[in-house]
């Protein structure tokens, strides 16, 4: 039987105002300001293994001997022990617990802690009185499939040299190398390199053994591949690079509420190891401010950083801003320059702490209370850098109608996340995907309502949505790893797209292994579906100029469960872009539709246009995701053809399409090629 056809809908470019009587023709709007790039960001917390066991290339998962007492979590520290333990091979790991220092793993027994000297900090001494007295091993995965040499760096003193190997679990030996410690303490460090190339994501165990009677005490242990960058996974770089990510917001987030910059600066051994103070990890404060800022100089992105504004006072965030941007001569400009890093790095963008409006948040208040604590960091902030720009917490109409009228003269933008949950558990997951579909012209409209104070109070409106996902949080529904987020992701952006200066930023949740982002399993990266949308949307050539559209479309309607909706959303959503010569045309065409094609006809104002670079993606369903087995289930398709405008372009069900269209003798794109890109 021969298939349905296709839905139809069609796009016509309106042309734009002449830009003067001899001014050749042109399809950029004159006077128009470009699309706003920082529309395209992610978001970064110390959550879970966004930052250790993720971005960062550090792979001992206990690198400070920490004591179980400083996970907040135990039951929750004993069933990843519990799952650690089936998955390497040591079926005993759990009871690491009991040596308190998981999830290093005690064998025959010759570990005891004692107290140290500095900051009451215990460390493991190892006595051993002899050598093969026993062991202690930590589980951990290595990027082997990506390099063979990697960097062990040993906190260490004491009096016995100690033997170091990397053994590939059930298979022996694959790299060792051997310390000789002193009686200071001192960092040593050792290269290790494997003779093979193991399966990727193959377990390994890290083994530290006495080769003699005596004692040794440790205090620190890191392992990183020799191909990091400065700490960081070169996969995660490449990433954010080829994507020409704009826009990195951190350290959190939840955790932003109680986080204390100095802890994160400096030696790594003046730094202290802490619980977490939002969520049921360790902090190792070995990523703080400095590396944090090297990231985004190795990426070619913008930072923008959370303060703390629960249980932080004003003169710290604002010791903050001078740390990062005052001169050498200021005491704390002098302070980043014995860190390493003489010339202030300039961070522009600050937002004065993280949903406060929240119980769950460090230091929550209301609304006067909160316009209150923003009147006070940002006139602490302002007099050490009067050029930096400033994010209020935002939440509803009401509570940024009391922060508008309260905050002072220093509110010029307001924070919104886009965080929606509460889908109950029968929920249909059709009603479910059907439901962000329609919600993302709604979220237009209630954008109107929450800066309208700010229109009221005689500022320019501005929002800031600083963090946002698909919030189901149920695996039979759409969720953050389905192309549903990429298709929503894309929708939310054509909207702020064509809002101008209404969203002045968009930093998605999250940039890897939380929210929809990259993934990082077993030390191997790959990207979930919605990555391709910000690579798709950053990744386009720029500058670009919207252009006006008329565009005829199906809609459809559905029953909601949490979201605000309209009940005639567009199956078809468009926006059209050209660049600043305005002879190349850039569209962002997705397909609302869960399971029709859509033919779409373009009408242009202009001809000239012969070539024809689609980029495509798509899935079998809008629950398509990728995994680590199959990394390549979504991802964008490249088709490089002539241009026909009379031929309606084919857009599949559940998709985002980019098209540009380029002049006979354009140039040819190859901004980060989907078909390169490879874990």
Known sequence: MPADPPLTASVRVLAPPQHGPDAPPSLRPPGAAPVNRHLFGKFTEHLGRNVYGGAWAQIVPNPGFAPAGLWPNRGELLRRLQAAGTEFGLPALAAALAGDLPPWWLAEGMLRLDTAERRGRLVPRIVAEGAGAGRLITPLHLPAH?????????????????????????????????????????????????????????????????????????????????????????????????????????????????????????????????????????????????????????????????????DGTPEESADWVEYCNGAVTTPLGALRALNGHSEPYGVRLWEVGNELYGSWQVGATDSAGYAARYRRHTSAMLARDPGIRLIANGDTEAWNRTVVFGGGQHVRSLSHHCLYGGFPDDAEPLRVYLEHMAFTPAYRRMWEDLTRPMREAGLAPRLAITEQQLFTKRPHLPGNDTLA????????????????????????????????????????????????????????????????????????????????????????????????????????????????????????????????????????????????????????????????????LVLPPCSLVRLHLLPAAGPQRENAPEGTVRP
């Open 146 to 310: 990506r390099t063979s040499n990697y960097r062990l760096h040993l906190h260490v003193r004491g009096d016995a040299p100690l033997d170091v190997s990397l053994r590939l679990a059930g298979h022996g030996t694959w790299a060792s190398g051997r310390i000789a410690p002193g009686r200071e303490w001192a960092t040593c460090e050792l290269a290790l390199s494997g003779a093979s190339v193991p399966p990727a994501g193959a377990p390994f165990h890290l083994v530290l053994e006495p080769a003699a009677a005596g004692c040794l005490e440790l205090r620190r242990c890191l392992l990183f591949p020799a191909d990091h960058l400065d700490g960081w996974d070169p996969d995660v770089v490449r990433f954010m690079r080829e994507a020409r990510l704009p826009l990195l917001r951190f350290p959190g987030g939840n955790f932003a509420s109680a986080y204390h910059w100095r802890d994160g600066v400096g030696p790594l051994e003046d730094r202290p190891m802490l619980p977490n103070p939002a969520w049921p990890e360790a902090e190792w404060n070995h990523v703080g401010t400095d590396e944090w800022l090297r990231l985004c100089e190795l990426a070619g992105c913008a930072p923008l950083i959370c303060v703390n504004a629960g």
């Open 485 to 648: 987020e990429a298709i929503w992701d894309a929708s939310i952006l054509n909207e702020a797209i064509r809002a101008g200066d209404l969203v002045e930023m968009l930093t998605h949740s999250a940039l890897i292994n939380h929210g929809a982002g990259l993934r990082k399993e077993r030390e191997v990266v790959y990207a979930q579906p919605a990555w391709w949308t910000t690579h798709l949307y950053a990744g386009a050539p720029a500058p670009l100029y919207r252009l006006e559209l008329e565009v005829d479309t199906p809609r459809f309607g559905v029953e909601p469960y949490r979201l605000p909706t309209v009940p005639d959303a567009p199956y078809l959503d468009a926006v059209a872009l050209a660049d600043e010569a305005g002879t190349e045309l850039v569209f962002f065409l997705i397909n609302r539709h869960p399971d029709a094609p859509l033919a779409v006809t373009l009408a242009l104002p202009a001809g000239g246009f012969e070539q024809a670079e689609i980029h495509t993606l798509s899935g079998e369903s809008y629950m398509a995701r990728n995994t680590a087995d199959r990394p390549d289930t979504v991802r964008p398709a490249v088709q490089r053809r002539p241009w026909n405008p009379a031929e309606p």
